[in-house]
Nanobody, 117 residues
Framework: VQLVESGGGLVQPGGSLRLSCAAS????????MKWYRQVPGKERELVAA????????NYADSVKGRFTISRDNAKNTVYLQMNSLKPEDTAVYYC???????????WGQGTQVTVSS
């Protein structure tokens, strides 16, 4: 099983980034997907979630209206479009795959997002 995040980097406040998470080694279309973020010294925070077929999404209040989670099951990839970025969005972003009938979940290695002028 592999989850590989990409698309992070340095961006100015107000800018945009699109994160991708490419999945392999499991039946991607049967798993819900989440994006988390973490800054040093703080707990990992759930940012957004999407159901297995993409029919349902949820967002943290801090990113509602600015971030959009989506997925392409044909490409085994989940995305996080991040607009109007703020310095407080700076964190390592992780994707997570979960199945309602299977204990545990899979994690990617994370991608750094830095919002700074």
């Amino acid at each position: 099983v592999q989850l590989v995040e990409s698309g992070g980097g340095l961006v100015q406040p107000g800018g945009s980034l699109r994160l991708s998470c490419a999945a392999s080694g499991f039946t991607f279309s049967t798993y819900g997907m989440k994006w988390y973020r973490q800054v040093p010294g703080k707990e990992r925070e759930l940012v957004a979630a999407i159901s297995s077929i993409g029919s349902s999404t949820n967002y943290a209040d801090s990113v509602k209206g600015r971030f959009t989670i989506s997925r392409d099951n044909a490409k085994n990839t989940v995305y996080l479009q991040m607009n109007s970025l703020k310095p407080e969005d700076t964190a390592v972003y992780y994707c997570n795959a979960f199945h309602s009938a299977i204990p545990g979940s899979y994690w990617g290695q994370g991608t750094q997002v830095t919002v700074s002028s």
